[in-house]
Every structure is written in C-alpha cells, then in structure tokens.
C-alpha cells in the first residue's frame, strides 16, 4: 500500500474535494483520481462516491472505516521515521519556547555543553501553545511548555521544573505604578500590549479581560518579546508578563494581580516517543538542573 495515496484519502476526507487535494499536494486531479483507483483495487471496495453534479464527494461504509485508521496509521509511520532518523544521528529536535529560552535555558545549556550533549540536539523556538501542538504532531522530540496550571494530558508526560508569576506591566509614570497590586477591572480602558496567539500570555490576558468584561480591541499583537517590553517600557501601552522577563527593566513596573495566575514551566514528551541514549540523557540532566532555575 503506497504510503502517499493514504495521504491523498486523508486529505480528501478532510476537504470533501478532489481539487483542493489537488492544489495541496501540487498535483494533478487525475493523480489524486489514480490513487484512490489503487487504493480501492488494493482493498477490494469502493472509498468514495462522487457525485459530479453537486461536484461533491461522500464516503461509502468501508471508506468511513479507512478513514477512522488512517490518522493513527500516518502518525506511526510518521513516528516510526522519526525513531529511524534519530537512530541513524539524525540530531534531537528540542523545543524552546523563546521566553524560556531566554531567562531559563541558559542555565540548563551549560550543563548539555559540559555533557558534551549540545551537539546532539538542534533548538526549535516558538510560543508554548504552538510548541505544544508541535510535540503531539511529532515535530518536536522532547519541549520546554509554559502553562497555567500543570499539563495533564493523556499522550504527554511533563515534569514541572519551576514557576513563575504572571504581573501587569506598566510604565512607570503611569498613575498606576504607585500600586503593587491590582485588581485587573481597574485597566478598564487601557491599551494592551500582547505577544501573539502561539504565546499562553496571550490567551491569559484576552481570558482575564472576558472574565472583567473589557474590550480587546485595544490590543497591539507582536511576536517580538523585546518589541512587547520597549513599548510597556515606553508607556504605549499595559502589558502582561512573567515577572522574570522584565525584572531588570527600570522603566518597567511590575504589578502583583489580585488574584495571581502562575506560570509553571515544564519539560514534556510523548509518552508512547521512543527514547533513544542521549535523549534520556538530556532529560536527566535538565531534570537535575532544573533546581538551579
């Protein structure tokens, strides 16, 4: 059974269209046509049927069953080259979100290099809620994830390796810096500054103004951590970030929430991921120097 014709089936019971697969793949429809014919030959039944009038495709009983498989098919064969490639030297991908990389990481890299295990693994940096979505499609080997609470999903084993606390950030001319705490309801009308949706500040900040009813439309998206910080710093605008970000920005003054929200980070992998040496050398030693943190 060609592993690509499985794709194209996927793709079609996706899209519910021949030429969007089509343009997915970079292929011709007949192609697409083709495979499902191998498909269907191979396994003795008809897949799809189409309906040409209405240029709508449905699926027939058996391609409901096929369909059922073929994710968890294509995630083992996805696994199972990735398990391969590790094996025969490929280097790890290790995720880094970049706020841990940069005031966390530093830390726990100096034991890798003293382990002589930097050379093993290569650095994939984005926001925590991408970064997880990434380590469940098999992107990413082993990750750091910054949460509001401990992870506790069924495909992921995660260790929390230290928190932090989530604080408002203000300029400090701002009339609000004379405060070390705040009720969140008093920025009512403020300018926000955000990091982008593959951030969990993100999603904190937009959760806290629904909870206290206030507008979003005053909110200024970058992926830049440094561009966030310049502009609270500058007075544009309020922000919210971990208190270790920004603790030695003096033109930034941090505020306590009234009800604090943590931010736990932690080291998290696939629990059915095949661990090869070195990367369950990896995770022991950021295991033990994540007391340094």
């Known amino acids: 059974m060609n592993i690509r014709d499985l794709e194209y089936f996927n793709s079609l019971c996706i899209t519910k269209s021949f030429t969007k697969t089509s343009r997915q793949f970079y292929i011709s429809q007949p192609s697409i046509t083709m495979a499902l014919h191998r498909l269907e030959k191979e396994l003795n039944t008809k897949l799809i049927i189409r309906d040409h009038s209405q240029n709508q495709i449905s699926l027939t009983k058996p391609g ?8 968890n098919i294509l995630s083992e064969i996805k696994e199972a080259k990735s398990e391969i490639s590790r094996i025969n030297g490929d280097k790890i991908k290790l995720g880094v979100p970049p ?24 650095l994939v940096e984005t926001g925590s809620v991408k970064m997880k979505k990434l380590l469940l499609k098999g992107e990413v080997d082993i990750c750091f994830i910054g949460s509001v609470v401990p992870i506790k999903e069924d495909a992921i084993r995660s260790h929390v390796l230290t928190t932090d ?32 949706g593959d951030y969990v500040h993100n999603q904190v900040l937009k959760e806290l103004c629904r909870k206290n009813n206030i507008s979003t439309s005053y909110f200024y998206n970058t992926d830049e951590i ?27 003054k941090t505020l306590s929430l009234k009800e604090p929200i943590y931010f736990y ?29």
């Open 64 to 71: 409901e069953v096929l369909e059922k498989h073929i994710k």
């Open 226 to 252: 440094q561009t966030a910080k310049s502009l609270i710093a500058s007075g544009f605008g309020v922000g919210l970030m971990v208190r270790k970000s920004v603790k030695d920005i003096n033109a930034i």
């Open 99 to 122: 706020i841990i990389g940069a005031y966390y990481f530093p830390l726990i890299l100096k034991d890798l290099v003293e382990h002589g295990l930097d050379k093993c693994f290569t």
């Open 165 to 196: 606390e989530f604080a408002i950030c203000i300029n400090r001319n701002h009339p609000l810096a004379k405060k070390d705490t705040l009720d969140f309801k008093e920025l009512s009308g403020e300018k926000f500054i955000s990091l982008g």
């Open 265 to 293: 980070i932690s080291l998290a992998f696939k629990k059915d991921h095949h661990m090869v040496l070195q990367e369950k050398k990896i995770i022991n030693i950021i295991l033990n120097s994540s007391k340094k943190i």
